[in-house]
């Protein structure tokens, strides 16, 4: 019997899922990336008990966590004070701990494992209008900017949040294997670390009226990121005095659309779903539908029917997890005396529930393929 063809644009963390994913269910899988090389932007990612179940799915959880940090709790701290908030640790609430990896590291896995599985990878090789695909399914995963899905599905574009987050990789993350959010009116800064403590990730959020930049991603001046974050205390001050490279991403998103496909043709990942990265679930939403597009491609009756189950299966649990992260954007950037009354409550219930502030995320946490 002939096998079916499927063409993935894109070759993130969603593209390179999703083409795994397809090759592991039988199909003859070829994957067009613009680039001349699969990313290294980005710096660190969290990956979550959802994800890790994804990735296992995949056969690529073993390899992700020997080039992983993990991360058994979350520290949420006054960023100025440096007082510690609230210590919500994955073991109490029955999760396994988060997985710290850098991009790069973790793209490479996918890819390896993509490659092994004979998925053929295509660079230099943009997808755009008229374009003439001839595969029996197409499975757009181009990013937040989502050119070719726009084109072809009809995704409005996407709006700045008036958020922009600062990335940096700084030296020195041994000792700490936590993720620290260090909160502040209207700012925050996640730290943690990476490479086994050898480097320490930051990613620093500030308000901002506007992004007039033409890129999504620019490098950031070292003096300013310092004179807006240099005041934070512990670790966050440390890693603002202490970068010399860093990076700004303007933070954009729309609302998740109704309809994902047309045809053959359908997106996962940042293309169909943009969210903001306070609950760092952008990448473990994109393995969680590539586990799920596989099956639905393969077992409907038709390519148009498997989309069709695919958007059904995610659609509510995806835009749950786009408005959760909304919901820590407005924590962890409140004013006092709002924030007073937060940060009290978050105390309170770590003394008198243990555990209930990560199991409030047990619907997030505890998918399974
Ligand atoms: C500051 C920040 C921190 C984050 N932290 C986390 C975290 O801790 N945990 C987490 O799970 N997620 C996190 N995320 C989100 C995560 O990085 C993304 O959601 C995830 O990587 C999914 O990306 P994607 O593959 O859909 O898109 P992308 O990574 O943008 O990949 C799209 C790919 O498509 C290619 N492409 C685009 N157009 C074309 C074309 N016309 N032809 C061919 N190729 C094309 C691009 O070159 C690119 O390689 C974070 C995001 C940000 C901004």
Redesign the pocket.
Same mark, same amino acid.
């Given at each position: 019997m002939t096998r079916r063809s499927v063409t993935v644009? @894109? &070759? &993130? $963390?969603?593209?390179l899922s999703a083409a795994l994913a397809l090759a592991l269910a039988g199909w003859r899988v070829s994957l067009?990336?613009?680039?001349d090389a699969f &990313?290294e932007t #980005?710096a #660190?990612? *969290?990956?979550g008990a959802n994800?890790q179940a994804a990735l296992s799915r995949l056969g690529c959880l073993e390899a992700a966590r020997r080039d992983s940090t993990p991360l058994p709790e979350i520290w949420l701290r006054d960023g100025r004070g440096g007082r510690v908030i609230s210590r919500q640790g994955f073991a109490r609430a029955g999760h396994p701990p988060n997985l710290a990896i850098h991009?790069a590291d973790f793209v490479r896995v996918l890819a390896d494992a993509a490659e092994a599985a004979g998925v053929d990878v295509c660079f230099g090789?943009? $997808?755009?209008e008229p374009w003439d695909i001839e595969s029996d399914a197409v499975v757009l %995963?181009?990013?937040?900017?989502a050119? $070719?899905s726009r084109a072809a599905l009809g995704f409005p574009a996407p709006a700045f949040t008036g958020q922009v987050?600062w990335?940096a990789l700084v030296p020195g993350g041994e000792g700490g294997d936590r993720a620290e959010v260090h909160m502040a009116p209207g700012a925050h800064m996640v730290t943690y670390p990476l490479r086994r403590g050898k480097l320490l990730n930051v990613?620093a959020v500030e308000e901002r009226s506007g992004w007039a930049e033409e890129g999504w991603s620019i490098p950031g001046d070292p003096s300013l990121f310092r004179d807006i974050f240099g005041g934070f205390s512990g670790r966050a001050g440390d890693a603002a005095r202490l970068a010399d490279e860093v990076s700004v991403?303007g933070?954009f998103k729309r609302p998740v659309p109704r309809t994902w496909h047309a045809g053959k043709v359908g997106a $996962? @990942?940042?293309?169909v779903h943009p969210?903001l990265?306070f609950l760092? *679930?952008? %990448?473990?939403?994109?393995l969680e539908d590539a586990v799920v597009l596989a099956p639905c491609l393969t077992n409907a009756p038709s390519v148009g029917e498997g989309w069709e189950r695919f958007t059904e299966s995610r659609r509510n649990r995806v835009v749950r997890i786009v408005a959760a992260a909304d919901r820590n954007a407005w924590l962890y950037h409140l004013r006092p005396p709002l924030s007073w009354a937060a940060g009290a409550g978050l105390s309170l219930g770590d003394r008198i529930a243990p555990g209930a502030a990560l199991r409030q995320f047990d619907w997030l946490l505890g998918w399974r393929p």
């Amino acid at each position: 019997m002939t096998r079916r063809s499927v063409t993935v644009v @894109g &070759g &993130g $963390v969603a593209g390179l899922s999703a083409a795994l994913a397809l090759a592991l269910a039988g199909w003859r899988v070829s994957l067009r990336e613009r680039s001349d090389a699969f &990313g290294e932007t #980005g710096a #660190g990612l *969290q990956l979550g008990a959802n994800a890790q179940a994804a990735l296992s799915r995949l056969g690529c959880l073993e390899a992700a966590r020997r080039d992983s940090t993990p991360l058994p709790e979350i520290w949420l701290r006054d960023g100025r004070g440096g007082r510690v908030i609230s210590r919500q640790g994955f073991a109490r609430a029955g999760h396994p701990p988060n997985l710290a990896i850098h991009r790069a590291d973790f793209v490479r896995v996918l890819a390896d494992a993509a490659e092994a599985a004979g998925v053929d990878v295509c660079f230099g090789a943009a $997808v755009g209008e008229p374009w003439d695909i001839e595969s029996d399914a197409v499975v757009l %995963a181009d990013g937040v900017k989502a050119p $070719v899905s726009r084109a072809a599905l009809g995704f409005p574009a996407p709006a700045f949040t008036g958020q922009v987050a600062w990335r940096a990789l700084v030296p020195g993350g041994e000792g700490g294997d936590r993720a620290e959010v260090h909160m502040a009116p209207g700012a925050h800064m996640v730290t943690y670390p990476l490479r086994r403590g050898k480097l320490l990730n930051v990613v620093a959020v500030e308000e901002r009226s506007g992004w007039a930049e033409e890129g999504w991603s620019i490098p950031g001046d070292p003096s300013l990121f310092r004179d807006i974050f240099g005041g934070f205390s512990g670790r966050a001050g440390d890693a603002a005095r202490l970068a010399d490279e860093v990076s700004v991403w303007g933070l954009f998103k729309r609302p998740v659309p109704r309809t994902w496909h047309a045809g053959k043709v359908g997106a $996962v @990942g940042d293309a169909v779903h943009p969210t903001l990265p306070f609950l760092a *679930q952008g %990448a473990g939403m994109a393995l969680e539908d590539a586990v799920v597009l596989a099956p639905c491609l393969t077992n409907a009756p038709s390519v148009g029917e498997g989309w069709e189950r695919f958007t059904e299966s995610r659609r509510n649990r995806v835009v749950r997890i786009v408005a959760a992260a909304d919901r820590n954007a407005w924590l962890y950037h409140l004013r006092p005396p709002l924030s007073w009354a937060a940060g009290a409550g978050l105390s309170l219930g770590d003394r008198i529930a243990p555990g209930a502030a990560l199991r409030q995320f047990d619907w997030l946490l505890g998918w399974r393929p």
